[in-house]
Protein backbone atom coordinates (compact mmCIF):
# COMPACT_ATOMS: atom_id res chain seq x y z
CA UNK A 1 0.00 0.00 0.00
CA UNK A 2 1.39 3.78 -0.86
CA UNK A 3 -0.17 6.60 0.39
CA UNK A 4 -0.34 10.11 -2.43
CA UNK A 5 -2.40 13.02 -2.27
CA UNK A 6 -5.83 13.28 -4.33
CA UNK A 7 -5.97 16.71 -4.03
CA UNK A 8 -3.89 19.28 -1.92
CA UNK A 9 -3.42 18.45 1.32
CA UNK A 10 -6.22 15.37 0.80
CA UNK A 11 -4.85 11.40 0.96
CA UNK A 12 -5.76 8.55 -0.41
CA UNK A 13 -4.44 4.89 0.13
CA UNK A 14 -3.60 2.43 -3.13
CA UNK A 15 -3.17 -0.91 -2.54
CA UNK A 16 -3.07 -3.69 -5.50
CA UNK A 17 -1.37 -3.27 -9.03
CA UNK A 18 -2.56 -0.11 -11.01
CA UNK A 19 -2.76 -2.26 -14.06
CA UNK A 20 -5.58 -3.70 -12.40
CA UNK A 21 -9.14 -2.75 -12.68
CA UNK A 22 -9.77 -0.54 -10.23
CA UNK A 23 -12.20 -0.33 -7.72
CA UNK A 24 -13.05 3.23 -5.86
CA UNK A 25 -13.71 2.28 -2.12
CA UNK A 26 -15.45 5.14 -0.20
CA UNK A 27 -15.46 5.04 4.02
CA UNK A 28 -18.41 6.50 5.84
CA UNK A 29 -19.44 9.41 7.70
CA UNK A 30 -16.63 9.55 10.03
CA UNK A 31 -14.24 12.23 8.81
CA UNK A 32 -10.84 11.12 7.20
CA UNK A 33 -11.34 7.10 8.28
CA UNK A 34 -9.29 6.08 5.35
CA UNK A 35 -7.62 3.74 7.81
CA UNK A 36 -10.76 1.87 8.99
CA UNK A 37 -10.67 0.38 5.48
CA UNK A 38 -7.50 -1.51 5.50
CA UNK A 39 -8.29 -5.30 6.10
CA UNK A 40 -11.13 -4.70 3.41
CA UNK A 41 -9.05 -2.91 0.78
CA UNK A 42 -6.77 -5.42 1.43
CA UNK A 43 -8.73 -8.47 0.67
CA UNK A 44 -10.44 -7.06 -2.74
CA UNK A 45 -6.24 -6.27 -3.78
CA UNK A 46 -5.98 -9.89 -3.57
CA UNK A 47 -8.40 -10.69 -6.17
CA UNK A 48 -6.32 -8.95 -8.74
CA UNK A 49 -7.62 -5.36 -8.31
CA UNK A 50 -6.21 -1.70 -7.84
CA UNK A 51 -7.78 -0.55 -5.14
CA UNK A 52 -8.83 3.57 -4.57
CA UNK A 53 -9.31 4.32 -0.77
CA UNK A 54 -9.43 8.12 -0.59
CA UNK A 55 -10.13 10.55 2.65
CA UNK A 56 -12.82 12.12 2.69
CA UNK A 57 -15.10 14.54 5.19
CA UNK A 58 -18.45 14.47 5.45
CA UNK A 59 -18.62 17.09 7.80
CA UNK A 60 -17.42 19.95 5.54
CA UNK A 61 -19.78 22.46 4.56
CA UNK A 62 -20.23 20.67 1.22
CA UNK A 63 -21.26 17.32 2.62
CA UNK A 64 -17.99 15.92 1.38
CA UNK A 65 -18.94 16.97 -2.07
CA UNK A 66 -15.75 18.05 -3.34
CA UNK A 67 -13.82 15.07 -1.48
CA UNK A 68 -15.68 12.47 -3.34
CA UNK A 69 -15.96 13.67 -6.29
CA UNK A 70 -12.29 15.17 -6.70
CA UNK A 71 -11.20 11.51 -5.72
CA UNK A 72 -13.58 9.57 -7.81
CA UNK A 73 -12.12 11.75 -10.78
CA UNK A 74 -8.41 10.40 -9.52
CA UNK A 75 -9.66 7.13 -9.34
CA UNK A 76 -11.07 7.69 -12.48
CA UNK A 77 -7.62 9.00 -14.41
CA UNK A 78 -5.36 6.16 -13.27
CA UNK A 79 -7.98 3.33 -13.93
CA UNK A 80 -7.44 0.65 -16.34
CA UNK A 81 -10.93 0.76 -16.53
CA UNK A 82 -11.87 4.58 -16.56
CA UNK A 83 -15.11 3.62 -18.47
CA UNK A 84 -16.16 0.78 -16.02
CA UNK A 85 -15.29 2.11 -13.04
CA UNK A 86 -16.26 -0.39 -9.96
CA UNK A 87 -17.54 2.15 -7.23
CA UNK A 88 -18.13 0.67 -3.62
CA UNK A 89 -18.96 2.54 0.08
CA UNK A 90 -19.60 2.28 3.00
CA UNK A 91 -22.48 3.36 5.46
CA UNK A 92 -22.18 7.36 4.29
CA UNK A 93 -19.98 6.48 1.35
CA UNK A 94 -22.42 4.07 0.30
CA UNK A 95 -24.77 6.81 0.18
CA UNK A 96 -22.28 8.54 -1.94
CA UNK A 97 -21.61 5.55 -3.98
CA UNK A 98 -25.50 5.50 -4.95
CA UNK A 99 -25.67 8.97 -5.50
CA UNK A 100 -22.52 9.11 -8.02
CA UNK A 101 -24.31 6.40 -9.88
CA UNK A 102 -27.57 8.03 -10.03
CA UNK A 103 -26.02 11.80 -11.22
CA UNK A 104 -23.25 9.76 -13.80
CA UNK A 105 -24.55 11.81 -16.23
CA UNK A 106 -24.71 15.11 -14.25
CA UNK A 107 -20.91 14.81 -13.02
CA UNK A 108 -19.26 13.29 -16.59
CA UNK A 109 -18.25 10.14 -14.91
CA UNK A 110 -19.35 6.29 -16.32
CA UNK A 111 -19.87 3.99 -13.12
CA UNK A 112 -19.56 0.86 -14.19
CA UNK A 113 -21.70 -0.92 -11.12
CA UNK A 114 -21.84 -0.23 -7.59
CA UNK A 115 -21.81 -2.27 -4.29
CA UNK A 116 -22.76 -0.60 -1.42
CA UNK A 117 -22.46 -1.82 2.05
CA UNK A 118 -24.92 -1.18 4.60
CA UNK A 119 -25.75 1.88 2.88
CA UNK A 120 -27.19 5.30 4.49
CA UNK A 121 -29.92 5.53 1.91
CA UNK A 122 -32.13 7.44 3.91
CA UNK A 123 -29.27 10.61 4.49
CA UNK A 124 -29.40 13.53 1.72
CA UNK A 125 -27.01 12.76 -0.23
CA UNK A 126 -23.93 14.44 -0.71
CA UNK A 127 -23.29 14.09 -4.53
CA UNK A 128 -27.05 15.96 -5.28
CA UNK A 129 -27.60 17.46 -2.01
CA UNK A 130 -31.36 15.93 -2.20
CA UNK A 131 -33.15 12.89 -1.58
CA UNK A 132 -31.07 9.87 -3.15
CA UNK A 133 -34.30 8.99 -4.95
CA UNK A 134 -35.05 12.35 -6.67
CA UNK A 135 -32.51 11.24 -9.52
CA UNK A 136 -33.94 7.62 -10.33
CA UNK A 137 -36.74 8.59 -12.93
CA UNK A 138 -34.13 9.40 -15.77
CA UNK A 139 -33.69 5.83 -16.42
CA UNK A 140 -30.51 3.44 -15.02
CA UNK A 141 -27.61 4.39 -15.92
CA UNK A 142 -26.09 1.56 -13.68
CA UNK A 143 -26.55 -1.67 -11.49
CA UNK A 144 -26.34 -2.14 -8.17
CA UNK A 145 -25.71 -4.90 -4.89
CA UNK A 146 -26.54 -3.92 -1.65
CA UNK A 147 -24.83 -5.19 1.00
CA UNK A 148 -26.26 -5.18 4.68
CA UNK A 149 -25.47 -6.98 8.14
CA UNK A 150 -27.98 -9.00 9.49
CA UNK A 151 -27.45 -7.62 13.10
CA UNK A 152 -26.35 -4.18 12.06
CA UNK A 153 -27.83 -1.54 15.01
CA UNK A 154 -26.70 1.67 13.44
CA UNK A 155 -28.41 1.17 9.69
CA UNK A 156 -31.62 -0.60 9.79
CA UNK A 157 -31.01 -3.92 6.91
CA UNK A 158 -34.68 -2.08 5.86
CA UNK A 159 -32.87 0.75 4.30
CA UNK A 160 -31.31 -1.32 1.80
CA UNK A 161 -34.44 -3.45 1.02
CA UNK A 162 -36.44 0.13 0.91
CA UNK A 163 -34.09 1.47 -1.87
CA UNK A 164 -33.83 -1.82 -3.72
CA UNK A 165 -37.63 -1.77 -4.07
CA UNK A 166 -37.59 1.87 -5.35
CA UNK A 167 -34.22 1.14 -7.92
CA UNK A 168 -36.45 -1.82 -9.13
CA UNK A 169 -39.93 0.17 -9.35
CA UNK A 170 -37.47 2.51 -11.85
CA UNK A 171 -35.96 0.04 -13.65
CA UNK A 172 -32.26 -0.09 -12.27
CA UNK A 173 -31.22 -3.16 -11.54
CA UNK A 174 -30.49 -3.92 -8.12
CA UNK A 175 -30.03 -7.22 -5.69
CA UNK A 176 -29.60 -7.28 -1.86
CA UNK A 177 -27.65 -9.42 -0.06
CA UNK A 178 -28.17 -10.41 3.66
CA UNK A 179 -24.65 -11.30 5.82
CA UNK A 180 -23.79 -12.38 8.88
CA UNK A 181 -22.42 -9.24 9.78
CA UNK A 182 -23.02 -5.60 12.02
CA UNK A 183 -22.29 -2.15 11.04
CA UNK A 184 -18.66 -2.48 10.91
CA UNK A 185 -17.70 -5.76 10.12
CA UNK A 186 -19.20 -6.31 7.02
CA UNK A 187 -16.29 -3.37 6.12
CA UNK A 188 -13.85 -5.29 7.65
CA UNK A 189 -13.95 -2.79 10.41
CA UNK A 190 -14.57 -2.59 14.79
CA UNK A 191 -16.03 0.24 16.55
CA UNK A 192 -13.89 1.54 19.52
CA UNK A 193 -16.37 2.84 21.60
CA UNK A 194 -13.55 4.37 23.83
CA UNK A 195 -12.63 7.04 21.44
CA UNK A 196 -16.25 6.59 19.28
CA UNK A 197 -14.22 5.63 16.38
CA UNK A 198 -14.04 2.40 13.53
CA UNK A 199 -10.63 1.17 13.46
CA UNK A 200 -9.68 -1.53 11.39
CA UNK A 201 -10.27 -5.16 12.58
CA UNK A 202 -8.23 -8.08 13.12
CA UNK A 203 -10.69 -10.56 14.85
CA UNK A 204 -10.45 -13.52 12.73
CA UNK A 205 -14.37 -13.33 11.95
CA UNK A 206 -15.00 -10.32 10.90
CA UNK A 207 -11.66 -10.58 8.19
CA UNK A 208 -13.85 -13.28 7.41
CA UNK A 209 -16.70 -11.18 6.90
CA UNK A 210 -14.51 -9.07 4.62
CA UNK A 211 -13.75 -11.86 2.64
CA UNK A 212 -16.96 -12.93 1.91
CA UNK A 213 -17.71 -8.59 0.94
CA UNK A 214 -14.14 -8.56 -1.08
CA UNK A 215 -15.57 -11.74 -3.21
CA UNK A 216 -18.88 -10.26 -3.84
CA UNK A 217 -17.10 -7.13 -5.19
CA UNK A 218 -14.71 -9.03 -7.11
CA UNK A 219 -17.40 -10.80 -9.22
CA UNK A 220 -19.06 -7.19 -9.57
CA UNK A 221 -15.47 -6.08 -11.12
CA UNK A 222 -15.49 -9.32 -13.31
CA UNK A 223 -12.54 -11.25 -11.33
Not at 154 to 183: K, Q, Y
Request: one cysteine or more; aromatic letters at 6%.
Amino acid sequence: MKTVEYAPGRSVDLYGAPSDPTVLLWHGMQTDSKAALRPLAEAIAGHRLAVVVPDWNSHADDGGRADLLGSAAFARENATNANDLVVVGWSMGGLAAAGLTIHSDAVGMRVGHTVCLAGAFHATDPISGASLTDGLDGGPTGSFTLLHGLHDDVVPITVSTTFAARLGECGWPAEVVELNADHGSIAGARYDSADDRYEPSDDPSTLSIAAEVAGRIAVAAGR
